[in-house]
């Protein structure tokens, strides 16, 4: 059975000070990591996707890693709109389906 | 939402009554998924339909069945709804490409706003 572990379960950063999010995997097969942000009373907004250890992507203030067994995701010189829930799935194996984390809350304080 | 709409957006029901959830899409992505969002659980898939009439179930898929007549819209019935389905539920789409010269398939979800049900 797939699984995916997120931590922590909650980070408070001050408006600046960088960090990274972990999300390790076990599972059979990968065929791509998915991190994805929520807000508060929305839906999860698509992030990145990583298909091979050592891939690398980045968007404004954030940077996903990949190796063979977890996934970062670098949050540089947070501000506090970056303040959210950030996911993590995994898809394995022949289907279309996802195998979802239960995320880290993260706050960005001023 | 990557014109994903979910109807209705909150409601409350009482236990043993029937429930229909509705997304619709205007991507015309031929995957659509629904899951259940709760706490400490994270996101759980419910069902998915990989096309017109064609579905198949998820990891928690009892008490629950979908239909899907039409590209554009996925609905979801909870027969007789119990409080363990108090929930936020989200539809999802994605389509399926293979790039040229990359690593294989592609499968971005891409979720709706959410709808807030409260089974009393």
């Known amino acids: 059975e797939d699984q995916v572990t997120q931590s922590p379960e909650a980070l408070r950063l001050q408006e600046g000070e960088s960090s990274s999010l972990n999300c390790s995997y076990t599972v059979s097969g990968l065929r791509g990591l998915f991190w994805y942000r929520q807000d508060p009373g929305k839906g999860p907004e698509f992030l990145f996707t990583l298909y091979s250890a050592g891939e690398e992507k980045e968007k404004e203030r954030l940077k996903a890693t990949l190796t063979k067994k977890e996934s970062f995701l670098h949050i540089t010189a947070p501000k506090p709109e970056d303040s959210a829930t950030y996911l993590c799935?995994?898809?394995?194996?022949?289907?279309?389906?996802?195998?979802f984390g239960t995320g880290t809350q993260l706050k960005v304080e001023l | 939402d990557a014109g994903i709409t979910q109807s209705p957006r909150h409601k409350v029901t009482e236990t043993g009554t029937p429930v229909t959830l509705r997304c619709h899409q205007t991507e015309n992505h031929r995957y659509m998924y629904w899951y259940r969002q709760d706490p400490g659980h994270g996101l759980r898939l419910i069902h998915y339909?990989?096309?017109?009439?064609?579905?198949d179930k998820g990891e928690v898929s009892d008490g629950y069945s979908v239909s899907r007549s039409k590209t554009e819209d996925f609905l979801l019935t909870l027969e007789s709804a119990t409080s363990s389905q108090t929930s936020v539920y989200f539809c999802?789409?994605?389509?399926?490409?293979?790039?040229?010269?990359?690593?294989?398939?592609?499968?971005?979800?891409?979720f709706g706003p959410g709808t807030r049900l409260t089974v009393l």
């Open positions: 999802a789409i994605s389509e399926i490409w293979t790039s040229g010269g990359g690593p294989g398939s592609y499968n971005e979800q891409f």
């Open positions: 799935a995994v898809q394995t194996g022949g289907g279309n389906k996802l195998t």
């Open positions: 339909s990989y096309g017109v009439k064609d579905t």
